[in-house]
């Protein structure tokens, strides 16, 4: 724009130089020459130029462009902005179903071991109550064992009783006599009490006699310690002759 501006002007001034010096040469009275000296006038073509108009000054232009290029500037940072924001919100969601995922497998582990808990419990609450009821039958049995071998040990001691007892003149049919004997592991008696009397002193007394005529029982001393604790320490016989007939 300066170079055509400038190129412009200075043939506008060459023209106007030539014309005046045409104008000068016929107004002062050159000298006769021999030859008269023609100067032929050169015709400089002159175009009409358009000027464009006139531009807004650079510098509200320059301000103009700056504020549109930080509006872009600050549009580009916004949506910029709302992107990383968008895409943090979504990696909060990812690590948010992450998270709920694992605590959902957690719970989901949680209740399979609770469950395995329960039902190891209960397998143990019926093992235990099958193992108990194993050993109160065992023990029932035992213990029936156990009766029937003190009932035949009593059998003995009742037998031996009837073959020491004499009968005395008094004794008479449906007379029986409850008595206690206490007992030490070889079968000796150390003491005999009469819990139930017949009636009659003299058939008390003749079985109390007939008591330890018949010690010891030395049957005894084979049973096992925990049959004699449990049933002979202390044993009570109940004797009534069948042999009455008066």
Do not use: C
């Not at 009837?162 to 449906?174: E, H, K, N, T, V």
Request: glycine fraction near 4%; aromatic fraction near 6%; hydrophobic fraction near 35%.
């Amino acid at each position: 724009m300066i170079g055509w501006r400038s190129g412009y002007i200075t043939a506008v001034i060459f023209s106007i130089g030539l014309h005046l010096l045409v104008v000068t040469a016929f107004l002062i009275d050159w000298p006769s020459q021999s030859k008269d000296v023609v100067v032929q006038p050169q015709f400089i073509q002159a175009e009409l130029i358009q000027l464009k108009p006139k531009e807004k000054p650079k510098k509200k232009a320059s301000n103009s462009k700056a504020k549109e290029l930080a509006a872009k500037r600050r549009e580009a940072d916004r949506k910029k902005a709302a992107q990383k924001r968008l895409e943090q919100q979504r990696i909060s969601e990812r690590e948010a179903k992450r998270l709920e995922k694992l605590r959902q497998q957690e719970a989901l582990r949680q209740k399979r071991e609770q469950r395995q808990r329960e039902l190891e419990q209960e397998r143990a609450r019926k093992q235990a109550a099958l193992d108990e009821k194993l050993r109160q039958e065992q023990e029932a049995e035992i213990a029936e064992q156990e009766k029937q071998s003190a009932s035949s040990y009593l059998q003995i001691i009742q037998g031996r009783l009837s073959q020491s007892w004499s009968r005395p003149p008094s004794a008479r049919l449906g007379m029986q006599t409850l008595i206690e004997l206490r007992l030490v592991p070889t079968g000796r008696i150390v003491g005999v009490k009469i819990l139930q009397s017949s009636g009659d002193v003299a058939f008390d007394r003749s079985v109390e006699q007939a008591a330890f005529k018949a010690a010891p029982f030395s049957e005894l001393q084979s049973m096992e310690p925990r049959i004699f604790e449990q049933y002979f320490r202390s044993v009570k016989v109940l004797f009534n002759p069948e042999d009455l007939r008066l």
